[in-house]
């Protein structure tokens, strides 16, 4: 369907900027360390008993020299998030919040195509004097700035047309509908990842405190961020 489509695009967004949804490490690109504000790295470990392999997770802090079994984290994190998200589905209102939010994007994309419009016909008359002068070098300028500029605003309409998708699926409910599956346990690493994307900020943590959660007030503004 259109709205599937459009949430599989949001989906590959968020993966361009954090890293890939295909991971055991639900946190990467997330935890930052409260004492030495450093982000921490992830750790692969393993270990052989009576002929058995085991595998380990780590998020470890090199800097301050401790280490965050993932397992554990994960599941205090997520905890965190479930009671989030559940607060978000029992309030009415917060479908009107993430509309409002769709209109502000809409409307600051909408402004930032009509300054490329803008500095397109500027260039067009740019173009038009550079030709009387046979300027050349000029005219390879022109040509250049021209392709980036277009290249922009399909970009930012491409956008657009993505915030119509999501205004629609959240008009009939499979925008939110998918997230209140993690309070009954039917989502898979991949989903909570794609959850913890769209829901989270930072983690903040430290080796002898439970880790401090930051939840983002605008589950859209990373993909629709233009500058």
């Known amino acids: 369907s ?13 993966q361009q900027t954090y890293g890939r949804l295909n991971t055991p490490f639900l946190l990467l690109n997330k935890l930052v360390c409260s004492n030495c504000q450093q982000s921490l790295v992830c750790k692969n470990a393993s270990t052989q008993r009576a002929g058995k392999q085991y595998k380990y997770h780590y998020y470890i802090c090199g800097h301050c020299s401790y280490k965050w079994p993932a397992d554990e984290l994960h599941q205090m994190v997520c905890q965190k998030l479930t009671r989030f998200i559940n607060q978000l589905l029992s ?13 502000q994007h809409q409307e600051c994309l909408e402004h930032c195509i009509e300054e490329i419009e803008n500095k397109l016909d500027i260039l067009l008359r740019k173009d038009a ?9 000029l005219l390879n300028l022109i040509i250049r700035k021209n392709e980036e500029l277009i290249c922009e605003r399909e970009v930012l309409q491409s956008k657009q047309q993505l915030l119509d998708t999501i205004h629609d699926s959240l008009n009939d409910g499979s925008f939110m509908d998918r997230f209140s599956l993690i309070s009954k346990g039917q989502l898979n690493d991949q989903e ?18 439970a880790p401090t959660v930051k939840f983002t007030t605008d589950v859209l503004r990373n993909l629709f961020k233009t500058g």
């Open 91 to 103: 309030k009415d209102e917060q479908l009107q919040i993430i509309g409002q939010q769709i209109q």
């Open 129 to 137: 004097l550079a030709k009387t002068h046979s300027d050349q070098k």
């Open 192 to 209: 909570l990842r794609l959850l913890i994307l769209y829901f989270i900020d930072s983690v903040n943590v430290s080796s002898s405190t």
């Open 2 to 14: 259109k709205n599937l489509i459009g949430i599989i695009k949001m989906n590959h967004q968020l």
